[in-house]
């Protein structure tokens, strides 16, 4: 793989590279296709032409035999197509699209379709697993035969058999091709314009391709940006680079992580000068943050428009940081952070107030941009599998350079699942191991940057408009604990999950003999039955990181003085004053982070496994491979009833730990309705073994506890002496 983008094809007959020769073959055949629909245009405007009609009237004769002979070379099929009249309004316009409508693709469009084949032809060749795949060939050959209903069958099920992110990092090299077939091929006309611009390589406006017009799209921006100096932590300062490189900018964003920070440095060149680096991370995953600019909306919103909360942010900060002006400088971002360098270098007074000489961008889908001093040095560096770089409408087999003077490396990576191939972390990597010519090729440029590190300042970026992302209930005071995983913040905060909470009424006995072996920890009794509880959390955005969460709890009575009836009289009691709560007998989750926060901090026996979950509507759903565990089915009949906040009880060493949960959300209680809890024979211990012994998996739930969308936190853990 060269720097350049370009790798090895298999040689054609005449020993030209298969690929390039592709390439070629699909600018020639669009070409082609331009120059009919222009056929077509120019027939459409003669046909409707007043002159045309008003002679058909003087001279029926010879008038109407010239319409009827333009109208059957627009809609035969031997002709232009049945679509092919192209008219902006009146009877034209009702003509083409119901063409349209009726499926009849036009000439140009067939013949666009073909370049669009020969360029997934060319994508082949350097992915040839794509047309081993059978998932994959059927979604390609569905799309381009025109078959919605098969497409959208076969698209299903490759996320069912590969996964979410198997399948998306597969699509991504083939996304804007088969985008551009879709849009020629519906029968939608609006989309047309669409498909022309992605097979002809030409720039695409925000509402065509993805149905957001400027307008919506101005009112996503939630506010003003806002930029706050602030210091590094002392193992941030020990790690941040102190001599200026290509990979030593792009470690200091992977450092800066995603938590709304951009940093500022001086750099003192070869020659003396003292140059400026901004260095821009991307975005935060999970829910928009009203907080900071850095999420799903700004980047969104960066992606089609220059202004932004980010750009903004960023503006105020260089203002603080007081650059002189004409000082030269350059922008390295990843992900949306390159969105929002490439805006700024697109601004020109931005390029009028400093000398922008360079734009480095990684992972970033920056080809419907450019910067407005053509003097400005640009690199972009994406990976084929990476599906961020491809939203903006060029694909990994594009046969267009829309940036013939800028430096682009498109290159295939060894990481190919998603969001892992887009990670600042994984393309580091790769510039060092996979790509190094590129990384030697950018620091060439970079000469000028290349030297000691004079100063350096982190800015903080907010959106002051708006209250912060969980306000008020998730408002609170922190503290830093350290793991093995690294410093964690806690109370631990999750600002976006469901729950469902399956609860069995079980044997006394068998819930005691799993319990710890002491005397004073007895589960709670409801008549004579103990109550265990199967709760299932699908958390998507949390200070730990997204993850699933599958425990197994049963209630316990006061730990220094147990008391009948306890549980019913906890239910009036607030939560920190409870004497009641849930001994958690095993916990599995989907992150190495959640593992050990739960294991660590909580006091709680964590296994790592994977899960998919279902916990939004009626039907709940939960598949864990690695713990042989399957919960599906439809709840019953439910009500409202107040929100829950609990306790948990873990163990570490000789010592009970005690976890307060408080909870936010519209909590409903169900029947158990056809819910039902099913183990593999092969299923693993110790879970599958507890919930064997309790007789869950034989059982239905007596009623179960849900919540689809809910916010809560999670306190340290408080270690008792017991």
Not at 126 to 146: I, K, N, S, W, Y
Not at 415 to 438: G, K, N, Q, S
Not at 666 to 695: K, M, N, S, W, Y
């Amino acid at each position: 793989m060269g720097a350049d983008g370009t790798a090895p094809g298999r040689p054609a007959p005449d020993g030209q590279d298969t690929r390039e020769l592709l390439r070629r073959c699909a600018r020639d055949v669009v070409e082609v296709a331009e120059g009919v629909r222009a056929v077509s245009a120019r027939t459409s405007t003669a046909l409707f032409d007043p002159a045309l009609s008003a002679s058909a009237r003087r001279r029926p004769r010879t008038g109407l035999a010239a319409q009827w002979a333009l109208l059957r070379a627009l809609t035969d099929k031997q002709g232009l197509g049945g679509s092919a009249i192209v008219a902006p309004k009146g009877m034209g316009h009702v003509l083409g699209a119901a063409g349209e409508v009726l499926g009849r693709e036009s000439l140009a469009a067939l013949v666009a379709v073909t370049s669009l084949r020969l360029r997934i032809a060319a994508v082949l060749v350097d992915h040839p697993e794509f047309g081993r795949d059978p998932g994959m060939r059927r979604l390609t050959e569905a799309v381009t035969a025109d078959r919605d209903l098969e497409a959208v069958r076969s698209l299903r099920a490759l996320f069912r058999d590969q996964g979410a992110q198997r399948a998306l990092s597969g699509l991504a090299p083939l996304m804007a091709e088969l985008l551009a077939i879709r849009a020629l091929l519906d029968e939608d006309p609006k989309n047309d314009e669409t498909g022309w611009a992605l097979a002809a390589g030409r720039e695409l406006s925000a509402d065509p391709l993805h149905g957001i017009s400027a307008a919506r799209l101005a009112g996503m921006d939630r506010g003003e940006g806002a930029a706050e100096a602030v210091d590094l932590t002392e193992q941030e300062r020990q790690v941040v680079a102190t001599e200026g490189s290509f990979l030593g900018f792009l470690r200091n964003i992977e450092m800066l992580s995603t938590d709304g920070r951009i940093l500022m440095q001086n750099v003192r060149g070869p020659d003396g000068v003292v140059r400026y680096v901004l260095q821009a991370p991307g975005m935060a995953p999970g829910r928009p943050r009203n907080d900071s600019p850095q999420d799903f909306i700004g980047a969104w919103r960066n992606l089609f428009m220059t202004d932004s909360p980010y750009t903004r942010s960023i503006l105020l900060a260089l203002e603080d940081y007081g650059i002189p002006r004409g000082a030269e400088l350059a922008l390295i971002g990843h992900s949306e952070g390159g969105i929002a360098v490439m805006n700024l270098a697109q601004d020109e007074e931005f390029c009028r107030a400093y000398r922008v000489t360079h734009v480095v961008t990684v992972g970033s889908p920056v080809d419907s941009k450019r910067p407005a001093d053509p003097r400005t040095w640009v690199a972009s560096i994406t990976n084929q599998h990476d599906i961020v770089p491809v939203l903006d409408g060029r694909g990994a087999g594009s046969a267009f350079d829309p940036h013939p003077g800028w430096y682009e490396v498109d290159y295939t990576g060894p990481t190919h699942e998603f969001p892992l191939c887009h990670m600042l972390h994984e393309y580091i990597e790769h510039l060092r191991t996979v790509i190094p010519e590129a990384r030697e090729r950018v620091d060439e440029a970079l000469t000028a940057y290349r030297g000691p590190v004079v100063r350096t300042q982190a800015y903080q970026l907010k959106d002051r408009a708006n209250p912060p992302e969980g306000y008020p209930f998730l408002t609170l005071p922190t503290t830093s604990v350290p793991t093995t995983a690294g410093p964690v913040d806690v109370p631990v905060r999750y600002y976006d999950s469901s729950a469902a909470h399956l609860c069995f009424p079980v044997d006394a006995a068998r819930a005691r003999g799993l319990l710890p072996d002491a005397t004073w920890m007895t589960p709670s009794r409801l008549g004579r039955r103990a109550m265990a509880v199967l709760s299932l959390y699908e958390h998507r955005c949390t200070t730990i990181g997204p993850y699933t969460e599958i425990a197994l709890s049963v209630l316990v009575d006061d730990l220094w003085r147990p008391r009948p009836y306890d549980v019913a009289l906890d239910l009036v009691r607030r939560v920190d004053l409870r004497r009641t709560g849930r001994h958690v007998l095993s916990l599995a989750v989907s992150s190495e982070e959640a593992r050990v926060v739960a294991e660590e901090i909580w006091g709680q026996p964590a296994l790592r496994m994977t899960a998919e979950a279902d916990l939004m509507g009626r039907g709940l759903r939960l598949r864990s491979p690695d713990l042989g565990i399957a919960v599906d089915g439809r709840l019953g009949r439910g009500v409202r009833c107040p929100e829950a906040d609990w306790i948990l009880y873990g163990r570490r060493g000789e010592s009970t730990v005690r976890t307060l949960v408080r909870a936010h959300g519209r909590l409903r209680l169900h029947t158990g309705g056809r819910i039902r809890v099913r183990l593999d024979t092969a299923a693993a211990e110790p879970f599958a073994g507890q919930l064997r012994r309790l007789g869950i998996d034989a059982d239905r739930p007596l009623f179960v506890l849900t919540c689809p969308q809910f916010m809560l936190h999670r306190s340290a853990g408080a270690v008792l002496p017991r």
